[in-house]
C-alpha cells in the first residue's frame, strides 16, 4: 500500500505550513465574504432568523441586567450560546452583524480543530482533505453563517475528540485539564453537547478498558475527572432551575417514538447526502443534496472502506460517531431531512468522504507504482475536483440559495425592513408594527432602546383600542392582508403607502 501523503508535497517543508495558511484563507473567505454590510454589498443572508432574533435579546438581557440564560427554547437550550453572542452585542450594538461575527470565527476555528483531529487518527491526508470538505461545504457554510447555537457544534466535537485523543494517548496534565474544560463546554452547549458527552464519555471508557488502563488514575486524570464533575453538578443546577423549560424539549424539538415515522425520517435522513436534501431555507437550496456530486459519491465509497476496516479502532468509532450523531435527526419529525438536527454528524460525514477520496488515490498508486507522471495525473484529477468543490460551494450557497426569494422569506426580511423604518423616519404620535409572530422578536432585537412603539400580531389588532391623537401602523408583508382589512374598517379615513 502507498504511503499516505497530503498533496504539495513538492513544497517540502513548507508543506504543512503552506496548506495551513491555504486552508485558513479558503474558510475564511466562505466565512466572511458578505457577511458585512459595505456600500451597496448584499449581505447574506438576508434579514434576521427568529431564532437568531431570541438569541441576542437574551443576549441584550445579560448585557444590560445581568440575568444569566437558563437551559430554553429561546436559546435552543444552549446558554452557553447566549454568553458567546453577548460580546459581540455590546461592541458592536443590537444589529444582524453582531450575531454573525461569533459564528463565522468559530467556523473557521472547527476547520483547524477538524484538522487536527483527522490528521491524528487517519493521517495528514485524510486531515487535508476533511478539513477542506468542512470549509467549502455549502452545509457547514450555512451553519457558520447564521447566529444559532448549531455553530458550536462542529468545533466542540472535533476540538473534544482531539484533545480526548491526546488525553488518553499521551497522558499529560495540560491534556486531561483542557479535555475536561472541553466536556463542561459540551454540558452548556445544548442537546447535542450532552449527547457529546454522553457519547465521549462511553468512547472513553471502551478506549481505555481496551488498552488496560481504565483503573489506573493518576495526577492528571484525576484533574480532568474533577473538572468534569464539576461541570456536570453546575449543569444539572442549571437543569433544575430551567425544568419548565425542558419539559417542552421532546415536542419542541419533534422528537417521536411512532415507528412509522422514525422509519421514514431515517429513510429521508439516509438519502439526503446525495439524493434530496433539507427543503427548509433557512438551511439548504430546495431540497439540494447536502454534498455534491463527487464528495457524495466518495462519502460513500468512505462507508464501504471504513467497514471493510471496521476492525481498526479509529474506523469502527467514525461509523459509530456518524450514527450517533445522526440520530437527533433520524428521531426528529420536524422538516426531515433536517440537516441543523444532522449538524453533529458533518465532521464524520466530511471524514469518511476523505476516506473515499484517499482509497481512490491508494487504489491509483497501487496501479502505477513507479510511474511518476501517472501518480501525478492522479493526484492532480483529485485535487481538480476538489477545486471545483470550491466553485460548486460558492455557486450553491451565494448565488442559487442567496438569490432566492424564498430565503427572503424564511430570515424575516420584511421584519427587518420594517424595524429599519422605524428607526430611520421619526414620528409624533403613537407607532404600531403589525407582523407575525415570527416576525416581532426580530422588529424588537433590532429597535432595542431605539423607537418606542406597539408590536402586535393581526389577531391582536381587531381588539385594539382606538386611542386619540396620530397613529402609524408599519405592516409587513407577511401580515398585510388580514392587517389592511381590519385598519380600514377600524381608521376609515387612513392613508395606507406601501414603502
Do not use: C
Request: aromatic share 12%; glycine share 10%.
Amino acid at each position: 500500500m502507498a504511503t499516505r501523503r497530503p498533496p504539495f508535497t513538492w513544497l517540502g517543508r513548507y508543506t504543512h505550513v503552506t496548506s495551513l495558511i491555504g486552508l485558513a484563507l479558503i474558510a475564511v473567505a466562505f466565512r466572511f465574504w458578505r457577511l458585512i454590510p459595505f456600500g451597496h454589498t448584499i449581505v447574506v443572508p438576508p434579514g434576521l432568523y427568529t431564532g437568531e432574533a431570541h438569541i441576542g435579546l437574551a443576549a441584550g438581557n445579560l448585557i444590560d441586567h445581568g440575568w444569566l440564560p437558563g437551559f430554553t427554547a429561546a436559546n435552543n437550550y444552549a446558554p452557553l450560546w447566549v454568553m458567546i453572542q453577548a460580546l459581540p452585542v455590546w461592541l458592536l450594538g443590537h444589529t444582524i452583524v453582531s450575531l454573525r461575527i461569533a459564528p463565522a470565527v468559530l467556523g473557521v476555528l472547527a476547520v483547524w480543530t477538524t484538522w487536527l483531529w483527522a490528521r491524528d487518527w487517519f493521517g495528514p491526508r485524510i486531515g487535508w482533505i476533511t478539513a477542506f470538505i468542512v470549509a467549502v461545504t455549502p452545509w457547514s457554510v450555512t451553519i457558520s453563517r447564521n447566529g444559532l447555537s448549531t455553530a458550536l457544534v462542529v468545533l466542540l466535537i472535533t476540538l473534544t475528540l482531539w484533545l480526548g485523543t491526546r488525553a488518553i494517548r499521551d497522558g499529560g496534565l495540560k491534556w486531561w485539564t483542557a479535555f475536561g474544560l472541553a466536556m463542561v463546554v459540551s454540558l452548556f452547549a445544548g442537546p447535542l453537547g450532552w449527547l457529546m458527552v454522553i457519547t465521549f464519555i462511553t468512547v472513553g471508557i471502551i478506549t481505555l478498558n481496551a488498552r488496560g488502563r481504565l483503573y489506573n488514575v493518576g495526577r492528571d486524570r484525576m484533574v480532568g475527572l474533577i473538572i468534569g464533575a464539576v461541570g456536570l453538578i453546575g449543569a444539572i443546577f442549571a437543569m433544575v432551575l430551567s425544568t419548565d423549560a425542558l419539559k417542552h424539549l421532546p415536542s419542541g424539538v419533534g422528537l417521536t417514538t411512532k415507528l412509522t415515522a422514525i422509519m421514514d425520517t431515517i429513510g429521508r435522513t439516509a438519502l439526503m447526502f446525495n439524493l434530496h436534501g433539507d427543503d427548509n431555507f433557512r438551511h439548504n437550496l430546495a431540497g439540494e443534496p447536502m454534498l455534491n456530486a463527487f464528495i457524495g459519491l466518495m462519502f460513500v465509497a468512505g462507508i464501504i472502506v471504513a467497514a471493510s476496516r471496521v476492525h481498526l479502532r479509529h474506523y469502527r468509532f467514525l461509523l459509530i460517531f456518524l450514527l450517533v450523531f445522526l440520530l437527533p435527526a433520524m428521531v426528529s419529525t420536524i422538516g426531515a431531512p433536517n440537516s441543523a438536527h444532522a449538524a453533529a454528524a458533518l465532521p464524520f460525514v466530511a471524514a469518511l468522504a476523505a476516506v473515499g477520496i484517499s482509497y481512490m488515490l491508494e487504489l491509483w498508486y497501487s496501479t502505477f507504482p513507479i510511474n511518476s507522471a501517472a501518480r501525478t495525473t492522479g493526484q492532480l484529477a483529485i485535487i481538480a475536483l476538489l477545486i471545483l468543490s470550491i466553485f460548486h460551494g460558492y455557486t450553491q450557497y451565494f448565488r442559487a440559495w442567496a438569490g432566492s426569494a424564498e430565503v427572503y422569506s424564511a430570515y424575516n426580511e420584511p421584519a427587518v425592513g420594517a424595524a429599519t423604518y422605524l428607526s430611520t423616519n421619526p414620528f409624533v404620535g403613537t407607532r404600531i408594527v403589525i407582523a407575525t409572530a415570527d416576525e416581532l422578536p426580530v422588529a424588537q432585537f433590532l429597535t432595542h432602546t431605539k423607537v418606542s412603539y406597539l408590536g402586535i400580531t393581526p389577531k391582536l389588532l381587531v381588539v385594539l383600542p382606538i386611542g386619540t391623537g396620530a397613529h402609524q401602523f408599519i405592516v409587513t408583508a407577511l401580515a398585510r392582508d388580514d392587517a389592511v382589512k381590519s385598519l380600514a374598517t377600524k381608521f376609515p379615513g387612513g392613508i395606507l403607502r406601501p414603502h
